[in-house]
């Protein structure tokens, strides 16, 4: 069956400190990866994908995530987080024309 | 300039009591999904829309219906709503024709409380 993990639940940290979030699949077919966001109070918005190429996909405000297809990973890197930075982190993986979405990784970064 | 609006944004209802949740979208998208969102347990798809006479259902579909009223409609009822249904509802859509193949874009959310 189709899934994915983010094994990451909460995730505390102090500005400047560096983040990496945690995304294993479980999928059989050709992947297409996405990382989401979702701010306090509003809705997902998209931060970076990966359908082909270049494994390392750089996206908005300063995230990057790796795909590494032997591990069957995709782990979101920020190298200094900021408070703005706090939110909710929803990995996903295309199946079968839908989207499959992990529980999320809550982000708390402190000044 | 939203793409994806929702209405309501806010609802509390009682046990027992029928509710709509309605999504547009102006994106010209012909694939709408709905997803309900729970602490701990991400996003969980209900329902499905990949053209107007296309719809299916999600994991988690029993004790929802849908109805897609035109390419840029796509409703959601709860024909008895109860407690374990309140929940964060998102609508979300996505155009296989753009390249971007399967990426969504979200509606911000209606937040159903049931008592």
């Known amino acids: 069956a189709q899934s994915v993990s983010q094994h990451n639940h909460h995730v505390i940290l102090s500005e400047a400190a560096s983040l990496e979030l945690g995304c294993n699949y479980s999928?059989?077919?050709?992947?297409?990866l996405f990382w989401y966001v979702q701010y306090p109070g509003q809705h997902l918005q998209l931060l970076l994908k990966?359908?082909?190429?270049?494994?390392l996909v750089k996206g908005i405000k300063g995230f990057e995530a790796e795909f590494i297809k032997s591990k069957f990973s995709f782990n979101l890197r920020k190298p200094s987080v900021q408070w703005s930075d706090t939110a909710e982190y929803f990995c996903?993986?295309?199946?079968?024309?839908?989207?499959?979405f992990g529980t999320g990784t809550r982000l708390q970064v402190f000044p | 300039d939203a793409d994806v609006t929702q209405t309501p944004r806010n609802r509390i209802t009682k046990t027992g009591k029928r509710i709509m949740l309605e999504c547009s979208q102006t994106k010209g998208h012909d694939r709408m999904y709905w997803y309900r969102q729970d602490p701990g347990l991400g996003l969980r798809l209900i329902y499905y829309s990949f053209d107007v006479k296309d719809i299916n259902k999600g994991e988690i579909s029993d004790g929802y219906s849908v109805s897609r009223q035109a390419q840029a409609k796509f409703s959601l009822s709860l024909e008895s709503a109860i407690p374990n249904q309140t929940a964060l509802y998102f609508c979300?859509?996505?155009?296989?024709?753009?390249?971007?193949?399967?990426?969504?874009?979200f509606g911000p959310g209606t937040r159903l409380t049931v008592l």
């Open positions: 979300a859509t996505s155009d296989l024709g753009s390249g971007s193949w399967n990426e969504q874009f």
């Open positions: 996903a993986v295309n199946g079968a024309d839908k989207l499959i």
């Open positions: 990966y359908f082909s190429g270049d494994p």
């Open positions: 999928y059989g077919g050709t992947v297409n």
